[in-house]
């Protein structure tokens, strides 16, 4: 019977932590040197060493009777005593977490304030998973994850197995109080309850067996219907439809129960919550068809200002994962990260972190266009350009800039978006969310001779539609949308078109009732990076020496060059955040000290975005570099690798990988 994976996390990162207190790693290290080296001096002469081998080196040493005495374990409580639900009070990932080697401590709760417990107690008829084969024993198959928001409270569900009937049986402790303070000692009214037209964000993601997420259903749910129970709670089916495309088609149904905390003494009319509700929603249709009818308006007058303008991409609207058309000021806004990100450039660097892939869609045609919320952007960990854009345009008007979100095409003429940020000079930045790089832009004088020496482009936009964010929005309306020849003073309403801050105010605005989610916080790194790059480290050594040895090969590490490519790794990822790198000198300098003469130093590094040491390994093979390193012949040859995991908020992280040998050459 295989255990569950935050049973396997949990039992690894006891077993590490005893190990690194006993100082153990570097003496087992030691005895699997003398074994190999008494295999190689043997009569066998092969040098290759079984498990066998090795475990009974280890015996005789005494290391495994140490470390058995060292670790205690208690047993657990019977699993057939079922104990009472919970509510979740704190966001944890049960399968991720690996840094915790001790229990997560709850957060403290005000009984003087109402909260709502949200209580999922299972699902049924997701029909697309009716067939979902039986993962073999031992084997993790493709899961289901819940994730909720709500008013900037986050929470996960524990993993469960993708199924027809998914068993997610998990419960939601959410504040409802509002932000404002002078509410500390007052006990929330049902009066007051009902005002709060925050919705829940229910976001579904299935995760397969590579580790690859897929969105499957976004849905907001509206919870105020139990402000007129007469027990306190109600349970009710919420039906969860499909995303972009699918977006009518449903996938499955979640079984909640709503309840609230303490519960209120008196209760609402039915009638009252209903018809609050609807007085809602008909201000927020009335704001949203004043906007759309001056929005058009707006339009009329810029098509009359050049006869080309409507070949320009001028984009106010567009469609979210639910299909729903917004403005797209209102995927915007100021997002600080607290002390998870220090800089807006490190908040560039883990924005291209996050996986790039397009929007499906079914059949021929053009891309499909899918702005995807913060909430399930996040979720997900993958996005197109455009998610990308608006939340490095978020983080970036969270550290304080001038950022716009800008709206164009790049050099093979091919949609896209990117960042703008202005200095108080005036002076305009390209970031670009995908690879975080930064360009700065000097615009092109098409009038000056050609004597006149021209600043060189180095940034891939072509041209440039519209600019955006939380606040304005421009139309590009100088007579070419030519970027080399833009200029970004958006004062000058001869080159810009502005819409009305008073109307985009009106459905993007703080005081408006919410058009969707409140945006979410980001949350700090699950992952331990010195744990999970010692077990990166320890598979690609075990997969190199399985190649070589199928090529016929012996291999022996070189710990101590090992860790000398340290400072390199953190000089690639510095570079990445920074610009600038340092430490090249010293690299230098230590490499040639430990490389003999007459020998020859061979160096590979790379980066990936996933956490799988077979793939990575695969793909470090497809370089002829690579493979030249790892399949080096000659003698006296010495391998070493050394993996660098540089974590950040999300769950993102950029692992670094570097390959190295040091050989006598034979001529």
Not at 215 to 232: F, I, M
Not at 330 to 359: C, H, M, N, W
Not at 527 to 550: I, M, N, Q, Y
Request: net charge negative; glycine share 6%; proline share 6%.
């Amino acid at each position: 019977m295989a255990l569950p994976p935050e049973k396997i996390s949990e039992l690894r990162q006891i077993i590490h932590n005893k190990l690194t207190q006993m100082d153990v790693h570097s003496r087992i290290r030691d005895a699997v040197s003398e074994t190999m080296e008494e295999s190689r001096t043997s009569d066998r002469g092969s040098g290759a060493v079984g498990e066998e081998q090795v475990l009974e080196s280890l015996r005789q040493r005494g290391i495994i009777d140490e470390i058995l005495s060292e670790m205690s374990f208690e047993e657990e409580p019977s699993r057939d005593v079922r104990r009472p639900t919970k509510p979740a009070t704190h966001f944890v990932d049960r399968e991720d977490r690996i840094k915790t080697s001790t229990p997560a401590k709850k957060a403290a709760i005000d009984p003087t304030r109402r909260h709502l417990y949200l209580q999922v107690k299972g699902g049924k008829a997701f029909l697309e998973h009716l067939q979902e084969p039986e993962p073999l024993p031992g084997q993790v198959g493709p899961t289901f994850t819940l994730h909720v928001l709500f008013r900037g409270q986050r929470f996960r569900s524990k993993p469960v197995p993708c199924a027809c009937d998914p068993d997610i049986q998990e419960g939601f402790l959410l504040e409802l109080h509002s932000k404002g303070s002078g509410e500390a000692a007052q006990m929330a009214d049902p009066t007051s309850l009902l005002s709060i037209c925050d919705p829940v964000h229910l976001v579904l993601i299935k995760t397969d067996v590579a580790g690859d997420t897929a969105l499957l259903t976004s849905h907001y749910l509206e919870w105020r219907h139990v402000l007129g129970a007469q027990d306190g709670y109600i349970n009710t089916a919420v039906e969860l439809m499909g995303v972009g495309t699918e977006s009518k088609v449903p996938v499955g149904v979640l079984d909640v129960r709503l309840e609230i905390l303490p519960h209120p003494v008196h209760t609402l009319a039915p009638d009252v919550i209903t018809t609050q509700m609807n007085l809602e929603q008909s201000r927020r249709a009335e704001r949203e068809r004043l906007f759309l009818v001056y929005a058009k308006q707006w339009w009329r007058e810029f098509l009359q200002i050049r006869g080309n303008n409507s070949n320009r991409l001028v984009k106010i609207f567009a469609q979210d994962e639910n299909a729903t058309n917004r403005p797209v000021c209102s995927f915007v806004r100021p997002l600080q990260a607290g002390r998870l990100l220090d800089t807006p450039r490190q908040a560039s660097r883990f924005i291209s972190l996050l996986t790039y892939e397009k929007a499906s869609t079914v059949g021929g045609g053009p891309r499909a266009e899918q702005w995807c919320t913060m909430h399930a952007f996040l979720c997900r960990n993958k996005g197109d350009c455009e998610d990308h854009s608006v939340l490095l345009c978020s983080l970036l008007l969270g550290f304080g800039l001038d950022a716009y979100v800008c709206v164009g095409t790049k050099t093979n003429n091919t949609a896209h978006t990117w960042v703008l940020t202005l200095g108080m000079d005036g002076e305009a930045t390209f970031w670009e969310s995908l690879t975080g790089h930064r360009y700065s832009h000097q615009p092109i004088n098409p009038d000056d001779p050609p004597a006149v020496e021209q600043p060189r482009l180095q940034y891939p936009y072509r041209s440039v539609g519209c600019v955006f964010n939380h606040q304005v929005f421009y139309a590009n309306s100088q007579p070419t949308d030519s970027v080399e020849v833009c200029h970004f003073n958006f004062t000058d309403e001869s080159r810009w078109k502005a819409m009305s801050e008073e109307a985009i105010k009106s459905v993007c605005g703080e005081g408006t009732l919410p058009l969707g989610p409140v945006f979410p916080p980001l949350c700090a790194s699950l992952f331990d990076p010195g744990l999970l790059s010692a077990d990166l480290e320890l598979e690609l050594r075990l997969l190199v020496t399985e190649h070589r040895k199928d090529l016929g090969l012996t291999t022996v590490w070189d710990n101590e060059l090992s860790y000398l490519l340290t400072p390199a790794l953190a000089a690639y990822e510095q570079e990445r955040t920074t610009g600038h790198i340092s430490g090249n000198k010293e690299f230098q300098q230590a490499i040639r000290r430990a490389v003999p003469d007459g020998h020859t130093f061979k160096g590979f590094p790379i980066q990936f975005l996933h956490r799988n040491a077979r793939r990575a390994f695969a793909g470090c093979l497809r370089s002829p570099v690579c493979e030249e390193i790892v399949s080096c012949r000659g003698d006296h040859v010495r391998l070493a690798v050394r993996v660098r995991v540089f974590t950040y908020p999300e769950q993102a992280c950029a692992v670094w990988i570097m390959f190295a040998c040091k050989y006598r050459s034979i001529l």
